[in-house]
């Protein structure tokens, strides 16, 4: 959530992070709680992805001429990284029953949901002509990135509602889910919307009541499009698999999906490193059109770059073994 962002003052910069994460992590070693870590084919697979990456940086292109001075470098990205996967794994060791797993999940709608709802109030006021941002200086400043993870909350957000025992919280977050599509909306975010539309079509085809939620879906969505302006119609329109109608923007991205795919085959194991995409000389000796910079906009293509074959071979079997131990579960649990 980042709320620190929201002040000012001394507070804007305090590492309320670090504070939590120690106080955490010294909770979990004073606690009387059984201590075992989770060994699964998915933690093995991210402990491999941690050690990978750390050994990527060690061999990482040299970043004294960044397009951008201000941007962190890759040891700075390494740390960063660590960190978040730090926590990551304490949350494996702290979350242990359904009642500790449906609280983590209150707290990160809560933490995204605000945002939706945030955005959405803002994106009502404003008619949809000022586009919706995160909190400055963090992971989802962006209007892409804040579109990505309030996409990525919707499926909890319904999760929630279908669990809860209150009407009055089914409703309210029902209608938590329908302001944070507005939001998502007005993120002018193209990507955003691609994402959207198919998180919807997902919920829809696990949804066991789908007449009724298809009804809602046809009441909510087609009058939300209704409700942008024509400038947010143009920006949508430009998604189009037709290279002579891609905008300035799309070719962007094309372009540095040359470059991450150019510098892979050139360092095929270990890659670029963190923050390769920002790196002038070697911009310049593999991209395609080497003036005109853009940033990835995809993942897949970023760790490609970054950490070469095996990092995004790594990453992709995290991915695909999480979704088959999710079927998996499914299957078992199933009533």
Not at 2 to 30: C, E, Q
Not at 59 to 80: C, G, H, K, T
Not at 110 to 134: C, D, H, P, R
Not at 153 to 175: C, D, F, K, N, T
Request: proline share 4%.
């Amino acid at each position: 959530m980042n709320p620190h962002r929201m002040t000012y003052g001394f507070a804007y910069k305090f590492p309320f992070v670090a504070v939590a994460a120690g106080i955490t992590m010294l909770s979990w070693f004073l606690s009387s709680q059984h201590k075992r870590f989770p060994w699964t084919r998915e933690t093995v697979i991210e402990l491999l992805l941690c050690i990978w990456i750390f050994i990527t940086t060690l061999f990482a292109i040299n970043q004294v001429d960044l397009i951008y001075p201000e941007a962190a470098n890759a040891w700075d990205n390494l740390s960063r990284a660590l960190k978040i996967q730090a926590m990551i794994f304490m949350t494996y060791l702290v979350i242990r029953n359904r009642f500790q797993l449906n609280a983590l999940v209150w707290v990160i709608v809560g933490s995204i949901g605000f945002f939706g709802l945030k955005g959405g109030v803002f994106a009502f006021m404003t008619g949809g002509q000022s586009m919706v941002t995160g909190p400055l200086q963090t992971m989802i400043d962006g209007n892409n990135e804040i579109a990505l993870a309030m996409v990525m909350v919707l499926p909890l957000m319904r999760y929630l509602q279908i669990h809860s025992e209150s009407r009055w919280v089914r409703w309210g977050l029902l209608a938590t889910q329908i302001i944070t599509t507005l939001s998502i909306l007005a993120t002018y975010s193209r990507g955003g919307f691609l994402a959207l539309s198919v998180v919807g079509f997902l919920l829809w085809l696990k949804s066991r009541k789908k007449l009724a939620l298809a009804v809602i879906m046809l009441l909510v969505v087609p009058p939300l499009i209704q409700f942008m302006p024509q400038k947010w119609g143009e920006r949508m329109h430009t998604i189009s698999t037709d290279r002579d109608e891609l905008d300035e923007s799309s070719l962007g991205r094309i372009n540095a999906w040359g470059f991450a795919w150019n510098l892979a085959k050139a360092r095929p194991i270990i890659g670029g490193g963190f923050r390769v995409f920002y790196v002038y000389s070697t911009w310049r000796q593999y991209a395609p059109d080497p003036q005109d910079f853009h940033d990835s906009h995809s993942i897949y293509f970023e760790v490609l770059a970054e950490h070469g074959f095996v990092g995004l071979a790594l990453y992709l079997a995290f991915g695909i073994t999480t979704a088959l131990t999710g079927r998996w579960v499914i299957r078992t649990t199933k009533t």
